[in-house]
C-alpha cells in the first residue's frame, strides 16, 4: 500500500513529483497561485489540484474532496519570504506564521508524518522564535520532530541549492535522512557518483520526444544593447562581483558601470551580476528572477526550461502561466530529485515504525552549528546524534 500525501503550498508541484517518484501517491495539492494550481494539474492527472488562501479554507472540504482517504504525510513549504537570506529578513513578516495552518492542517488529519520545507535563514537568530514555535507546534500534538540543512546536488540535482528540511512523525520512531548520493565539485569520492553539471542538465533534460516545452529563445533575448554588449565580454563562468572582474572584461570605458567601488558595501555586489554559467560545475541556486543568470555560451538569459532542467525537473513538465510565473514556480519548487531522495527516507522511517525509540528533542543551536558542515558526514541520522532541545 502507498502512503498517502497532502501538498501544502505546493506551487508546481516538485516536491509531490519527487514523492510519488520515490513511491508515495500526491492526493491533493494545495496553492493560491492559479497559475502554479494549472501546472500542478496538468502534471499530476491522479490529484486533487486546488487554488485558495489556505487561512480561509475548512479541512472538512478538503476531506470530502479526497473522498475520506487515509493522510500518511503531510508535507510543504510555508512562505519563506520573512525567513529568507535573499530578501528582506523581516522576522515580523505575518507569512512566517503560515506554518500555524499547517498545524491545523496535521492537527484534523492527524498524518503518520510530517514534512516542511524552507529556507536555510529559518536558522538565524532572529527566526528563533518561529523555529522554536514550529518544534512546540508538534510536540504538543504529539510528534517527534528532526531538521537538517540538506543540498540538492548531494542527490543529483545540477544546482547547489541548501534547504532546511523538517522531518517528523507522530510513531515513536526514528527519522530518516537520505544520505550523500553524489560528489561535491571537485570531490573525487569512489563511492559517491559524479557531482551532476549545467552541461549535464542542458543536454539531457531539455527535449522530450524531440520537443522542448518552455523553451521560447525569444523571450530570453537581452533587449538592450549595451547589456548584450557586456555579457559578450564575460568568459563562461565568470562574472561581475568586485572591480578587478570589472577591469579585467569590460575593457571598452563604455562598458562599464559608472560605480564607485570604494562606496558599495565591502566594496562588491552583494549578488554577482553578469553571471555566465559554467557548464563543469552545478548551477547556483535558481531563484524566481530571469534575468538572474545567463546561458553558459549564448548572448542571452536562460529559459524557463533550461531552469526547470536545472531544478532536476524532466522535460516532460510543462509549465503553466505567464513567463514571470513559470519562473516564480520553478524558482520557489523544491527540486524533484531531492524530493525523491527524502520520500524515499520517510518510506524508510515507514517501515521501521516498530522500532520504538526513547522520546527525545532536539538542540536547535547545536543543529545550527552542524547543520551547514558539508565535509562532515551530517547525512546520517542515528539515535545517538539526538539532543535536548532548551527553549
Sequence with gaps: MKLNFLDLFCGAGGLSYG???????????LDFLEPAIQTFATNHPNSIGVCGDIQGIDTSNIRKKIRNKK???????PPCQGFSTIGKGDAEDSRNHLFLDFVRFVR?????????????GLLAQKNRNTLESIFKEFEALGY?????????????????????????????????YPTKEYNNYGENNPKLKPCRTVGWAL??????????HNHDKESAAIMSNIESARINCI?????????????????????????????????????????????NKPSPTIVTNRKMYFHPLENRYLTAREAAALQSFPPKFVFKGSLSKQWTQIGNAVPPLMAEAIGKSII???????????????DIDQVASYAFNYYKDTFEHSSSRQMELTL
Excluded at 71 to 77: A, E, K, Q, R, T
Excluded at 203 to 212: G, P
Aim: hydrophobic share 30%.
Design 19 to 29: 514523492l510519488e517518484k520515490a513511491g508515495l501517491n500526491c492526493l491533493l495539492g
Design 71 to 77: 493522510v500518511h504525510l503531510i508535507c510543504g513549504g
Design 108 to 120: 484534523d488529519f492527524k498524518p503518520n508524518y510530517v514534512m516542511i520545507e524552507n529556507v536555510t
Design 144 to 176: 517527534h520532530l528532526d531538521l537538517r540543512v540538506l543540498s540538492s546536488h548531494h542527490f543529483g540535482v545540477p544546482e547547489a541549492r541548501r534547504r532546511v528540511i523538517i522531518i517528523g512523525n507522530n510513531q515513536n520512531c526514528e527519522n530518516f
Design 203 to 212: 543536454e539531457n533534460r531539455l527535449y522530450f520526444y524531440n520537443k522542448a
Design 235 to 279: 568568459p563562461e563562468g565568470k562574472s561581475i562581483r568586485y572591480e578587478r572582474d570589472e577591469k579585467a572584461y569590460f575593457k571598452d570605458e563604455e562598458l562599464k558601470l559608472g560605480i564607485n567601488w570604494k562606496s558599495i558595501s565591502e566594496k562588491r555586489f552583494r549578488e554577482a551580476k553578469y553571471h555566465r554559467l559554467d557548464r
Design 348 to 362: 524508510k522511517i515507514h517501515k521501521n515504525k516498530s522500532k520504538k525509540i526513547k522520546q527525545r528533542t532536539v
